[in-house]
Structure formats: structure tokens, C-alpha cells
């Protein structure tokens, strides 16, 4: 990405390791980091990747990087730009605790690295910077790609870890992260926790005041009409060259360039998001089988039953009665 930045001066090195800081974990001798400079660099990279996945907010941002313990691994070339170099693209990992499902559909709690953004500049696609970038991380996080999740890949990124890394049935989950064959099987046990049998059905009732008016605007999202087709309740086992239920396909400026849905949830634009903002909250409807609340924490609600929703916040969880919770943190 082509800016008036001196990029040469603030990240010396091929590719800079920030974290929440917004400094680079391995600093170079005797230079300051500019910090606004960084995170306007960022913020930038950010906007650039959200345009390129057709989201309507970056999911990367200086500010995200300062409250999260994520890692951004951020590749330049040194020789563009006039000289001052050239920020190519860059990878956001952090670990996500996650209630997912094995291949016998038995809930697991697991805390795996997970990949959360992924950007190369757009005419510098396929030329190897994203393969660059994702193997330095690798060795930096000393991990395997199987044993990663990937946050509502683009097809794009399912293409690519087809390619790279031999990555193409995944196991079917019902929130947007997307694993591989292999996930459970090639981890130890000790990174795997069964989920105890969920409690006996029925509400959680709430106990301050601010806890109940979230309750209300939960039941007041769940009156909203469905009108989406449906969605099968999971996600079918990913196949690259043929992605998943249309009916998760999210709006797209064009329609003739909208990315086929991807197993998790391609994560573009809702259609139609009605939001209810309220207790940091953005409760909006996915699909009919789902509901998705967002705010510090995010869950969704799925079961063979019906439909449901589950809000959590840092104190409480609500949630309607008769429904099977499958939790995930956000952002
Ligand atoms: C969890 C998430 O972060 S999802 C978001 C992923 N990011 C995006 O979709 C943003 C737009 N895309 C990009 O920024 C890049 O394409 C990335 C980051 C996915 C990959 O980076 P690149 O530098 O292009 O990858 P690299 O050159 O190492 O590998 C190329 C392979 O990636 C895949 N790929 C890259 N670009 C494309 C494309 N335009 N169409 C289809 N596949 C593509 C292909 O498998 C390609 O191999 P091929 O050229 O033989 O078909």
C-alpha cells in the first residue's frame, strides 16, 4: 500500500511482529517507534482488508490491536514506494477460547491460535507475500496450520490454504470459525475439553437492572421477521471448489463479484442488519436457524429444535429456555 509513510524507517525489518503495544516485539537498535505513525498505517491496512472482504467495518484497527492480545505480523518491501518501502500486507492471529464440534458432533472447548485477518495489497495478490507472511507466523507461534481456526475465511483464503497447505475438508461447526480435518485428531487431549452436559433447560434470569434491559432486547430481536432463506443448521464439510449454502452469502456492492458463501460464514455485509444498540450490544439476525448477538461477547443459538439466542456478557449469560448454547468470544 502505496502512502507518504516512511515505512523503511518504522518497520526495518522484512516483516515486524506487533502487538498490543503497537510496537514491534523485536525492536531494532536505537530506533523509537512512532507509534501514531504505526497506528494510522493500521488503520489503514485495516480499511483496505475490510473493502477487499466486503465488510462494512475493519476488523483490524490500531485500536483493536491495543485492547486484544492479538499478534499482527506486517510484511513490507523495501525497495517500492520511492524508497521509503511499501506495507505489502498483513496477518492477525490471536487465540479464541471456542465451543466447537469434533466429527462426531460432540461439543469440545478449545483455545486455538486462530487466524482473524489476512490482507495482501490487492495487485500484489498471488505473488507469495501471503504465503511469506502466514509461514513466518508459523514458525513465530510454532504451529500447524491444522491445528489452527480460521475466522469466516474468504474464499480467496480457503483457495490459498488448499494450496499451501493441503487444508480442504473441514469439520462442520455451527459459528463462523472453520476447522480442518486433523484439528482434533493431532491435538493432545490436554488441548480438548469435552463440554460438560449442558444444565436443565430454562432461563437464566438476570440480576441488575442493566442485565435485564439486555434480556429485553433480546426478546425484542427475537420478534423480528425471518426472511432469509433458510440455512442448514450446519455448515456442510468444505469443499474449495464448492462452497457451502448460497444462503450465507452476505451482500456485496456487485452481485457478479459477490465471493461464494464459505463454510462458516463469509464475512460480509449483513443484509438488512437491524441492530438494537443497547448495552454495547448489535443483536442482529443471521439466518433462520440462528441468532447472532453481538457486543463484548458473542454467541449464537442453534439447535435442532428451533431457533434461539443467547447474549453473554462479562457477568451473565441469558438465554431462552429449550435451546442448546454454542458459544464464542469476539473481538
Ligand atoms: C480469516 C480471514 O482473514 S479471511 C480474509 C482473507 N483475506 C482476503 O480475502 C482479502 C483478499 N485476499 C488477500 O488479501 C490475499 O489473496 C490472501 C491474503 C488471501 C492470500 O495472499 P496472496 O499473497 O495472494 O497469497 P499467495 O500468493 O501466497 O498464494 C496464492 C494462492 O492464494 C489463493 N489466492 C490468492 N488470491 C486469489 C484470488 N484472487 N482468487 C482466488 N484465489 C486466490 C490461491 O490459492 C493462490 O494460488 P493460485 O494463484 O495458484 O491460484
Request: net charge positive; glycine share 6%; hydrophobic share 35%.
Amino acid at each position: 500500500m502505496e502512502t507518504t509513510v516512511d515505512v523503511n524507517h518504522i518497520f526495518p525489518e522484512r516483516i515486524t511482529v506487533l502487538d498490543q503495544n503497537l510496537i514491534a516485539v523485536t525492536k531494532s537498535l536505537g530506533r523509537s517507534d512512532p507509534q501514531s505513525l504505526i497506528a494510522a498505517l493500521i488503520d489503514e491496512l485495516g480499511r483496505a482488508s475490510a473493502k477487499a472482504q466486503y465488510l462494512t467495518a475493519p476488523i483490524t484497527s490500531a485500536s483493536k490491536l491495543q485492547t486484544n492480545k492479538h499478534h499482527l505480523y506486517l510484511l513490507k518491501d523495501r525497495e517500492s514506494n520511492g524508497g521509503m518501502g511499501l506495507a505489502v500486507g498483513f496477518l492477525k492471529v490471536g487465540y479464541k477460547k471456542l465451543f466447537l464440534l469434533d466429527q462426531r458432533g460432540a461439543h469440545v472447548e478449545t483455545e486455538p491460535l486462530c487466524v482473524l485477518d489476512f490482507f495482501v495489497t490487492e495487485h500484489l495478490q498471488r505473488h507469495g507475500y501471503g504465503l511469506e507472511l502466514f509461514n513466518f507466523m508459523l514458525q513465530h507461534k510454532k504451529v500447524e496450520p491444522v491445528l489452527m481456526a480460521y475466522d469466516r475465511p474468504s474464499p480467496k483464503f480457503l483457495s490459498f490454504l488448499e494450496k499451501h497447505y493441503c487444508l480442504k475438508n473441514s469439520v462442520p461447526q455451527v459459528n463462523n470459525f472453520v476447522v480442518f480435518d486433523g484439528f482434533f485428531t493431532n491435538r493432545s487431549a490436554a488441548h480438548l475439553r469435552k463440554v460438560p452436559p449442558k444444565k436443565l433447560d430454562g432461563e437464566i434470569k438476570p440480576n441488575s437492572l442493566t442485565q435485564r434491559r439486555a434480556v429485553r432486547e433480546e426478546q425484542r430481536a427475537l420478534l423480528w421477521p425471518l426472511c432469509c432463506p433458510a440455512a442448514p443448521p450446519f455448515s456442510p464439510p468444505l469443499s474449495v471448489s464448492s462452497p457451502c449454502s448460497p444462503s450465507r452469502a452476505r451482500q456485496c456492492p456487485n452481485p457478479a463479484l459477490a465471493p461464494a458463501a464459505a463454510p462458516g460464514g463469509y464475512r460480509g455485509p449483513a443484509p438488512n442488519p437491524p441492530l438494537i444498540d443497547s448495552l454495547d450490544y448489535r443483536v442482529k439476525r443471521t439466518s433462520q436457524q440462528g441468532l447472532v448477538a453481538r457486543g463484548n461477547l458473542y454467541s449464537r443459538y442453534i439447535n435442532t429444535r428451533g431457533f434461539g439466542l443467547l447474549l453473554e456478557t462479562q457477568q451473565n449469560t441469558f438465554k431462552l429456555p429449550g435451546l442448546t448454547p454454542v458459544l464464542r468470544e469476539r473481538d
